[in-house]
T-cell receptor, first 113, second 111 residues
Framework: DGGITQSPKYLFRKEGQNVTLSCEQN?????MYWYRQDPGQGLRLIYY???????QKGDIAEGYSVSREKKESFPLTVTSAQKNPTAFYLC????????????FGPGTRLTVL | DQQVKQNSPSLSVQEGRISILNCDYT??????FLWYKKYPAEGPTFLIS?????DKNEDGRFTVFLNKSAKHLSLHIVPSQPGDSAVYFC??????????FGKGTRLSVIA
């Protein structure tokens, strides 16, 4: 059963701690993305990766880091440098053009106390 | 600078009537447009898309219209059902670039 998964669904961390959000896909898609959703802000792109071992900053990359060591996995680390880390984080993947439909994971709600 | 704009944060429609959600874009390089539906605390799900070479695409109760000269697209839902109540995001892309999303419109379908 193909799909994209994120874990955990809910995550709580103390201020000043780094935290890593998991994203795994078995759709064999090359491109993977991380978005952040805040109320009234829509979906904002944090980082994306078009291919293994390569990634690019999105619109709001400050305070975040990623890695892409495997095609199936694209973990996101929220560092202590991120000033407002509490948000709903969404991972997505996409096969190549011309098929631009992105498939999203179920999301992780991160709350920093 | 918002490249994709959804100017109506919310919309209320009676069950059985038509829902029309609007989206404007500024980047003339965009060549592919999508609509996503999102429930709270869940990931968005793909609804319907349209290429810039077309002006209309239909899938069941959902139709997307594209007006390239006005840089405007709309999603029509007919007839609207209570289960359609969700946040709808418009998105656009150019070639293999990441999708650019609007801020969303919350649709409420009233029984």
């Amino acid at each position: 059963d193909g799909g994209i998964t994120q874990s955990p669904k809910y995550l709580f961390r103390k201020e000043g701690q780094n935290v890593t959000l998991s994203c795994e896909q078995n759709l064999n898609h090359d491109a993977m993305y991380w978005y952040r959703q805040d109320p009234g802000q829509g979906l904002r792109l944090i980082y994306y990766s078009q291919i293994v071992n390569d990634f690019q900053k999105g619109d709001i990359a400050e305070g975040y880091s990623v890695s892409r060591e495997k095609k199936e996995s694209f973990p996101l680390t929220v560092t202590s440098a991120q000033k407002n880390p509490t948000a709903f984080y969404l991972c997505a993947c996409k096969t190549g053009a011309p098929y631009n439909e992105q498939f999203f994971g179920p999301g992780t709600r991160l709350t920093v106390l | 600078d918002q490249q994709v704009k959804q100017n109506s944060p919310s919309l209320s429609v009676q069950e059985g009537r038509i829902s029309i959600l609007n989206c404007d874009y500024t980047n003339s390089m965009f060549d592919y447009f999508l609509w996503y539906k999102k429930y709270p605390a869940e990931g968005p799900t793909f609804l319907i898309s349209i290429s810039s070479i077309k002006d209309k695409n239909e899938d069941g109760r959902f139709t997307v219209f594209l007006n390239k000269s006005a840089k405007h697209l709309s999603l029509h839902i007919v007839p609207s059902q209570p289960g359609d109540s969700a946040v709808y995001f418009c998105a656009a892309s150019s070639g293999n670039t990441p999708l650019v999303f609007g801020k969303g419109t919350r649709l409420s379908v009233i029984a």
